[in-house]
């Protein structure tokens, strides 16, 4: 088939690799002409697992085409995805200017029949909204449907669940949509994976309801781990407790620092506004909101306890990610947790592997990025391991107490759990996690 994808972002590019890796021919439309003649090389400027090689793969197989502008081509294609970013707008709600825009240019082009693709997070009754916009823009009386198909992916492994994904759900009144929908996925029915064919309004919402829920299970494990805190019991043990209960799931019951990222934060916001637009409030997802929130600050109080005070104090950050596998620090807890440090008087020196420089770009001067682990907690008063890198469980912690700056017992504050308190201690750290209960744990002396 012959398949445009509007926006070369990380749900675009993946989705357009990933659709010429199914044989589909495929052009994706960016209007940064520095990423285009950058994708053209087969350059892709983020990392994601996987993307890279399929990216060149599709470009030399002819099967993947690079291009700025929206014209006659791409609109000539049987089905278009709009994968354009839908960021926050200041009340929360997601901004869809990007979405309207992308209609508006693409309708005077349609010639024959067009499926047009909502794959861009969007509130619910956008598709009739794109609908409405390029029925006003049509040249003429020129058939077309338009679908709603979320993407789950998550960054990092966007790859392997484009292509292995739990579900993949569409929203479309119109059957011969449907067809053609069938078209494009008909490698995944045939493999067997579990389609939902519903209308738009329900797909544009499962999609909403799906990470608010994600958002829910993390801010709950959280508000645990905090209540294990004051009782003395261990977060780990909770979680497993309970996740082993096939109804509950054991995924997503990670205690950490809270959510971050593109989509949780940005998602839960919008779901509020959306039900807000509807006369309705989901008040749990705006507690899961307030505790994502009140969970970052905790943990600057912890790193306060544990350095006695922040000002003139030398933090080592280790991770800055919003999680381990990318470089996007997109709304991730370690970049509030470093400005609220900073803020407190606090020097920071931090290290991560993949995100250093776009740390760089946020932060310039006001933060010693290093290059490597060891440099990051030589001199500091405290180490915080804030992103689950596994090379962090690596750290050789005999060398790291030598280097940093707190003689006997140096802290280390581990905000994902990595280690165990017993590897820890056994170096002479003081030791805290994220719901490691210290009242039923003597050893623990950064609380008592
Ligand atoms: C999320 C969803 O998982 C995808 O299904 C969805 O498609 C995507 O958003 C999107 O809407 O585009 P992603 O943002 O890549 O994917 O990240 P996740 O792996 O879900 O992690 C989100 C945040 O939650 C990270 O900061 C992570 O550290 C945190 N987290 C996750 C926890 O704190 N604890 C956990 O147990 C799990």
Redesign the pocket.
Known sequence: MKITVIGCG??GLVTAACLAGFGHTVTGVEKDPAKVSALKEGLIPFYEEDLAPLVTGGLQKKRLFIQEKIDENTAGAEVIFIAVGTPSLRNGAADLSQVFKVAEEIAPYLKNYTVIVNKS?VPVGTAKQVREIIKRNLAGEIPFDVVSN?????????VS?FFRPDRVIVGTNSSRAEQVMKKVYARLLADGTPFIWTNPEAAELI?YA??AF??T??SF??EIANLCEAAGVDIDTVARGMGLDKRIGG??????????????PK?TRALTHIARSCGQRVLIVETVIKINEQQKARMVRKIREAAGGLKGKTIALLGMA??PG?DDLRE??AVDIANRLLAAGARLQVHDPMALERVKEVFGARINCCQDPYDAVTGADVLVIV??WPEYKELDLAAVKKLMNTGDTPALLDL?NIFTPQEVRRYGFRYQGVGRGWKGDPENDLQN
């Open positions: 990380y749900v997070t979320p993407e789950f992916l998550r960054e990092g492994k966007a669940d999609k799906a990470n994600l958002a299970k993390i494990i959280n995924e997503f019951l990670r205690a950490g620092p809270g959510y971050g990222g593109s989509c949780f998602d919003f999680k990318v991730s807890p992103t689950d994902r």
